[in-house]
């Protein structure tokens, strides 16, 4: 039996029964160095993955998830002091980020010239977040980059945590991500909960509801000064 299949063009690997994850990791992180667009799993859903200092690998994320350029993309990385090559992070706003890193948060920062404005929708501001999950941490290790964190369907469509239905959606679709890693139908789950730090009075975008229950802690553990 092949440890690897190909759906319509799209590889696709399974890290649940029969395919290495260590392998998986270096396999996606080659993929993202040559400019392709990975699906992976988070501690959410699935995300697309692309190197953020990629313009054309940028484009084809936006292309693939007939996604609006005026809309920006969420960007994953692998530790803080990765975060501060991207997005100006002080001493205060760094103790937030360690409250909350790894896990369900999103952070929106303001941006270092390195980024670029195709990334951000033309903002000077960056949403980062570190996801709590062994995949992701492990291709970011391998990568030793930051990746783009969107979700894995089309713009404006329901969300799925279901690779079959993932790899079904965009079979459809003239243009395709390059490489799946399956991790199995991923725990129901909402998308992260997204926390504004560009000014000193942090403020909460979106809530995921698991959250909500925290939400005194939360609010308690955002304050800057």
């Not at 936006?62 to 001493?91: E, G, N, T, W």
């Not at 329901?158 to 490489?179: A, C, G, K, V, Y």
Request: charged share 25%; glycine share 4%.
């Amino acid at each position: 039996m092949s440890l690897v299949i190909s759906v319509a063009g799209m590889k696709v690997l399974d890290i649940r029964n029969n395919f290495s994850p260590e392998l998986a990791s270096k396999e996606a992180a080659l993929a993202l160095l040559k400019g392709r667009v990975v699906v992976y799993p988070t501690d959410t859903l699935y995300g697309l993955g692309v190197n953020v200092f990629d313009t054309e690998a940028v484009r084809k994320i936006f292309a693939l998830k007939k996604r609006s350029q005026k809309k920006p993309l969420p960007v994953m990385v692998s530790s803080i002091s990765m975060a501060k090559a991207l997005a100006v992070i002080d001493k205060p706003r760094e103790k937030i980020l360690k409250n909350f890193w790894p896990g369900p948060f999103t952070f929106i920062l303001k941006k270092k010239p390195v980024v670029s404005f195709l990334v951000t929708a033309g903002r000077n501001s960056i949403a980062l977040r570190i996801p709590d999950h062994y995949f992701c941490q492990s291709v970011m290790a391998d990568f030793e980059g930051p990746i783009t964190a969107t979700s894995a369907n089309i713009s404006g469509e329901e969300t799925s945590n279901d690779p079959r239905e993932i790899m079904e959606r965009f079979n459809r679709e003239n243009i395709r991500p390059d490489l799946m890693i399956d991790g199995g139908v991923l725990p129901e789950s909402d998308p992260s909960t997204i926390i504004d730090l560009t000014t000193d009075n942090p403020r909460i975008l979106r809530i995921n509801p698991t959250n909500k229950v925290n939400l005194l802690n939360i609010l308690e553990a955002m304050q800057v000064k």
